[in-house]
């Protein structure tokens, strides 16, 4: 990595993005706080409680689950999630987290052009 500056705010701790979130989670119930950007990818710490009212989105989008279990929705599939899991949403692809728990917590990582990313 010749020429590259590795900088402070390209490491963020679970435990420091859950604290930001909290910090910021306002009455509308705020689940989602960005932690991280560069270029087209942000990542933020996603924590709906109840419900997950989520839109498509239109960028590719990655989940990391490191709380909580239940159900997610993506397109006309649902599967079964638990900590560890990894879940890809293309660009524009409704979907949603269904019967979780109540600590679901998951890095969501956008990246990529508007519309998504070709095959």
């Not at 010749?2 to 490491?11: I, L």
């Not at 960005?34 to 239109?58: C, E, F, I, K, N």
């Not at 879940?87 to 987290?97: D, I, K, M, N, S």
Request: one cysteine or more; a negative charge; charged letters at 25%.
């Amino acid at each position: 990595m010749a020429g590259k500056t590795v900088r402070d705010d390209w490491r963020i701790a679970l435990d420091e993005a859950a604290r930001r979130l909290e910090e910021n989670r306002n009455p509308e119930s705020k689940a989602y706080e960005v932690v991280m950007r560069h270029g087209s990818m942000h990542v933020g710490l996603y924590a709906p409680r109840g419900s997950d009212p989520q839109q498509p989105h239109t960028q590719d989008e990655v989940y990391v689950v490191m709380r909580g279990q239940g159900q997610f929705l993506c397109g006309d599939a649902q599967q079964a999630f638990a900590p560890g899991d990894v879940l890809f949403v293309p660009a524009g692809l409704e979907h949603r987290f269904v019967d979780f728990t109540g600590d679901l917590t998951v890095w969501v990582v956008f990246y990529g052009p508007e519309g998504g990313e070709n095959e």
